[in-house]
C-alpha cells in the first residue's frame, strides 16, 4: 500500500509564496502520472496541475503563470511552488499518484491566503 504525504501548506499573506512537497511512502517503480488538486469550503475539489512521467505539464487557467509544479523521480516526490498568492487560492491542496492507472491521494494540506 502507498501512502503519500503532503507539507509545506500554511497561513500567508496575498501576494506571498509557500511551496508544497508530496512524497511516497515507499519506492514506485512506475508513476504514470502526479497532480495536486485543491478544495475550498463549499466547493468540488478542482484540479490545479499535473506533470506525466515524461515530465508534460498541465494547469488550471486560475494558476498559469503563478504556480510551478515539478518532480523528483528518484525520490517519489512531486512539488508545487505557488507564487503571487491570492485569497482565492485558500483550499486544502492534494496530491495525486497515478500508478498503474490506479489513483492514491495524500491527506491534504491546508493553504490559507490572508487579503
Known amino acids: 500500500q502507498v501512502q503519500l504525504e503532503e507539507s509545506g501548506g500554511g497561513l500567508v499573506q496575498a501576494g506571498g509564496s509557500l511551496r508544497l512537497s508530496c512524497a511516497a511512502s515507499k519506492s514506485i517503480f512506475a508513476i504514470n502520472s502526479m497532480g495536486w488538486y485543491r478544495q475550498a469550503p463549499g466547493k468540488q475539489r478542482e484540479l490545479v496541475a499535473t506533470?506525466?512521467?515524461?515530465?508534460?505539464?498541465n494547469y488550471a487557467d486560475s494558476v498559469k503563470g503563478r504556480f510551478t509544479i515539478s518532480r523528483d523521480n528518484a525520490k517519489n516526490t512531486v512539488y508545487l511552488q505557488m507564487n503571487s498568492l491570492k485569497s482565492e487560492d485558500t483550499a486544502v491542496y492534494y496530491c495525486?499518484?497515478?500508478?498503474?492507472?490506479?489513483?492514491?491521494w495524500g491527506q491534504g494540506t491546508q493553504v490559507t491566503v490572508s487579503s
Open positions: 506533470i506525466s512521467s515524461r515530465g508534460s505539464t
Open positions: 495525486n499518484f497515478v500508478i498503474a492507472l490506479y489513483p492514491y
